[in-house]
């Protein structure tokens, strides 16, 4: 599968390969964070999301990875399947602080098949 | 399953114009968003509501844009003159309440300034 230990702005995989999309968060004091999917032209739509007390969470064909030692998460994408390809956003806040969420940089997937 | 509804989908207007822009929430959803999100970069908050009361509104642009939602279910954001640097997309969200909730998103409303 194709991994990248750093954020890029976009990632190429052929289907069925596993896809991993990192994200450096920015605030230590996060405590809840979410992985979105955007398709063109369209609003970003909620995978998955990992609150600080865990480490690793777990869906339907994708897995989030937290390390809050280098404020990194990672989404990881099993079977990648060309439906899969969009714009992917990691979002962070602050639990019960009633702040909104914070946006990093966008990945862009491309899957061939 | 229970969306957040926005319209219009798609807006053009000239600069120096006013426009606005209607977001439905998810029924029972307390705190309500609108975000900016130009192309190619993710969305930024504008401004946040919980029920009617504005909870953020500090990267408002307040001398051209207003929020309200005043009986705290849906909301209207208005830019009035618009500026060819408002092109952009706007989102609606809703969460049940604060942060720590899932916070879903519309479809968007894309608005080009000419």
């Known amino acids: 599968g194709e991994s990248v230990g750093l954020h890029l702005p976009t990632l190429s995989v052929q289907e069925g390969d596993n896809s991993i999309i990192n994200c450096a968060y920015s605030?230590?004091?996060?405590?809840?964070f979410i992985w979105y999917k955007q398709e063109s032209g369209k609003g970003p739509q909620f995978i998955i999301d990992?609150?600080?007390?865990?480490d690793k969470r777990q869906g339907q064909r994708v897995t989030v990875l937290l390390n809050k030692t280098v404020k990194h998460l990672s989404l990881q994408i099993a079977a990648t399947q060309p439906g899969d390809s969009a714009v992917y956003f990691c979002?962070?806040?602050?639990?019960?602080?009633?702040?909104?969420?914070?946006f990093g940089k966008g990945t862009t997937l491309s899957v061939s098949s | 399953e229970a969306e957040v509804a926005q319209s219009p989908r798609y807006k053009i207007t000239e600069k120096s114009q006013a426009v606005a822009f209607w977001c439905d929430p998810i029924?029972?959803?307390?705190?309500l968003y609108w975000y900016r999100q130009i192309l190619g970069q993710g969305p930024e908050l504008l401004v946040q509501f919980q029920d009617e009361s504005v909870v953020d509104d500090s990267q408002l642009p307040k001398d051209r844009f207003s929020a309200e939602r005043l009986k705290g279910v849906d909301s209207t954001l208005k830019i009035q003159p618009a500026e060819l640097g408002d092109s952009a997309m706007y989102l609606c969200?809703?969460?049940?309440?604060?942060?720590?909730?899932?916070?879903?998103f519309g479809e968007g409303s894309w608005l080009t300034v000419v």
């Open positions: 605030n230590s004091a996060s405590d809840y």
């Open positions: 029924s029972g959803h307390a705190t």
């Open positions: 969200a809703s969460s049940k309440h604060g942060s720590g909730n899932t916070i879903y």
């Open positions: 990992i609150r600080s007390n865990m």
């Open positions: 979002a962070e806040n602050i639990d019960q602080a009633g702040t909104a969420l914070i």
